[in-house]
């Protein structure tokens, strides 16, 4: 049952990243990858309220499922190569620092947002 949880929830959670990330970055007139940013983002204070106050079903299926396939370390990860490699350096490092900053803040925030209103 638990594996059932995890693919509903990432049947939502991949189109719903290459959609954002689509819609995001169609928006934006840099390299910078802002669609895949804002997708990290959101989905690192979606899981810090989910663990926060989540039941482990729900955490299944929103936290691993919809989470697991909303964000995305290989493609940040991609994009931030290519940017070093094009030679846009200071994007790959802004990549790099901004995500981690605003992924772990989100978190936090989304953790501490849970704890307030419901834990």
């Known amino acids: 049952m638990s594996w059932l ?21 169609s928006r934006h007139d840099s390299v910078f990858p802002w669609g895949t940013f804002a997708v990290n983002v959101s989905g690192s204070l979606l899981l810090g309220l989910l663990v926060a106050v989540a039941t482990p079903d729900v955490r299944l299926l929103l936290g691993t499922g919809l989470c697991g396939a909303l964000t995305t370390y290989s493609t940040f990860s991609y994009e931030t190569l290519r940017l070093a ?25 989304g953790s501490a947002l849970g704890h307030a209103f419901w834990g």
């Open 85 to 109: 490699e094009s030679g846009a350096r200071f994007y790959a490092v802004a990549n790099v620092a901004g995500t981690l900053m605003a992924g772990l803040g989100a978190a936090y925030v």
């Open 5 to 25: 949880l995890v693919v509903a929830g990432a049947a939502v959670g991949a189109p719903l990243r290459y959609l954002t990330d689509r819609v995001v970055q």
